[in-house]
Nanobody, 127 residues
Framework: QVRLVESGGGSVESGGSLSVSCVAS????????MGWFRQAPGKEREGVAT???????IYAGSVKGRFTISQDGPKDMWSLEMHSLRVEDTSMYHC?????????????????????WGLGTQVTVSS
């Protein structure tokens, strides 16, 4: 079992910046795929960014150039830095994780059978 806990988020005006973090605990592995997806009320899940144990990152077109996913110093901790935030970025942001992944794409992390998801942290951007 792996437990994911998100932190950070909050409220910011359009054009501002926020950072969210994810910490994994339990039976984690050195070969992994993790990522962030978001889901607003009444909308479908949307993969935002992924990061694998090789250090490769993938971004959704809507956030590329504005968001950066990275592994923080301690093992099993990652962050998503968000800049130039827009009203349409408002959503609940969830961390996702799996080990020994077959693939690590934006569509993978939003599959219900992907692995583990956190409960999420809210990001609200006002105009």
């Amino acid at each position: 079992q792996v437990r994911l806990v998100e932190s950070g988020g909050g409220s910011v005006e359009s054009g501002g910046s926020l950072s969210v973090s994810c910490v994994a605990s339990g039976n984690t592995y050195s070969n992994y795929c993790m990522g962030w997806f978001r889901q607003a009320p009444g909308k479908e899940r949307e993969g935002v960014a992924t990061f694998d144990s090789d250090g490769s990152a993938i971004y959704a077109g809507s956030v590329k150039g504005r968001f950066t996913i990275s592994q923080d110093g301690p093992k099993d901790m990652w962050s998503l830095e968000m800049h130039s935030l827009r009203v349409e970025d408002t959503s609940m942001y969830h961390c996702a994780y799996t080990f020994n992944p077959v693939s690590c794409g934006l569509r993978d992390i939003i599959r219900p059978d992907f692995g583990y998801w956190g409960l999420g942290t809210q990001v609200t951007v006002s105009s």
